[in-house]
């Protein structure tokens, strides 16, 4: 199993940026995948990004391509969301999450291991 834990969410005004971090204890094999979803009030979770911890395949839902980055720092064990060009639909809870499987999914129930999420506010 994986620990992941998340910071850096926050407020934000619409236009701006913020960067989340996800750190996992526990080995992280070169196949496993990590992600982000986010839920927000009232919806199911959705798929935001995903990349092997390799960095050999990346994935982004067509609302956060061209704004939001994910990265890895393989020596510090940690994920990276960098979100550019915040709009207000983009608030939400947002979660890490580790698939201890190869292969990119969207579907969060094939992700293995959660954070606790980070709260994610866009003002307009």
């Known amino acids: 199993q994986v620990q992941l834990v998340e910071s850096g969410g926050g407020l934000v005004q619409a236009g701006g940026s913020l960067r989340l971090s996800c750190a996992a204890s526990g080995y992280i094999f070169s196949y496993y995948v990590m992600g982000w979803f986010r839920q927000a009030p009232g919806k199911e979770r959705e798929f935001v990004a995903a990349?092997?911890?390799?960095?050999?395949?990346?994935s982004y839902a067509d609302s956060v391509k061209g704004r939001f980055t994910i990265s890895r720092d393989t020596a510090k064990n940690t994920v990276y969301l960098q979100m550019n060009s915040l709009i207000a639909e983009d608030t939400a809870v947002y979660y890490c999450?580790?698939?201890?499987?190869?292969?990119?999914?969207?579907?969060?129930?094939?992700?293995?291991?959660w954070g606790q999420g980070t709260q994610v506010t866009v003002s307009s």
């Open positions: 999450a580790v698939r201890r499987i190869t292969g990119i999914t969207i579907t969060p129930s094939l992700f293995n291991d």
């Open positions: 990349q092997s911890w390799s960095g050999g395949s990346t």
